[in-house]
Each structure stands twice: as C-alpha cells, then as structure tokens.
C-alpha cells in the first residue's frame, strides 16, 4: 500500500503564492511519474503538472510560466509552487504517483486526499 500526504493549501489573496507539498509512504522501491490533478465542483479533474522520474515536465497551459513542480530526490516527494494565484486557481489539487512497490508488479498509482486551495480578496 502506498499512503500519499498532501500539505500547504488554504486561503491566499489574488497574485499571491502557495506552495503544496505531496510525500508518498509505504513500502516503495522507487516512483515514476508524479503529478498535480486539480477539480472544482461539477467538473472533471483535470491536469495541472507532472514530473518524470529524470525531472521532465510537463504543465497544462494555464498555469504555465505561473506554476512550478519538483520532486525530491531524498524521499519520495513531489512539490507544487504556485506563483500568481488568480480566483479561476481556486479548485482542490490532488497529487498522483506512480509507485513500484514490488519487482513482481507493475507499478501503482496512488491519489492523495485532496488539499483545497481558495484564491480569493
């Protein structure tokens, strides 16, 4: 089983910046792909960043040049800087990984909790 630990959303003011956090517990032998997912009530979850197991990344457009991911090399983190924060952000971020926990299995994708996180004056 893999156990995935969102932390840093909450309440900032329009332009202002967050920064979520994502660790993932459990028995792992290594993560792949790791990933941000956002919703709003009534609509799809949709992407919002991902980061390779060698640091690419991709971002959906609207948060490019806004938003920032990385990954922690030391434990089995994935970050999310969020920079510029308009009210449209507001929505709940989950984070995805992708986990290898045995060499018998393919790997497994974890979702975390959901962290909310509200753009507003």
């Known amino acids: 089983q893999v156990q995935l630990v969102e932390s840093g959303g909450g309440l900032v003011q329009p332009g202002g910046s967050l920064r979520l956090s994502c660790e993932a517990s459990g028995i792992i032998l290594y993560t792949d792909d790791m990933g941000w997912y956002r919703q709003v009530p009534g609509k799809q979850r949709e992407l919002v960043a991902t980061i390779t197991r060698n640091g690419r990344t991709t971002y959906a457009d609207f948060v490019k040049g806004r938003f920032t991911i990385s990954r922690s090399g030391a434990v089995h983190a994935v970050y999310l800087q969020m920079n510029s924060l308009n009210p449209e952000d507001t929505a709940v971020y989950y984070c995805?990984?992708?986990?290898?926990?045995?060499?018998?299995?393919?790997?497994?994708?974890?979702w975390g909790q959901g962290t909310q996180v509200t753009v507003s004056s």
């Open positions: 995805n990984v992708d986990a290898r926990t045995s060499w018998s299995m393919p790997s497994i994708s974890a």
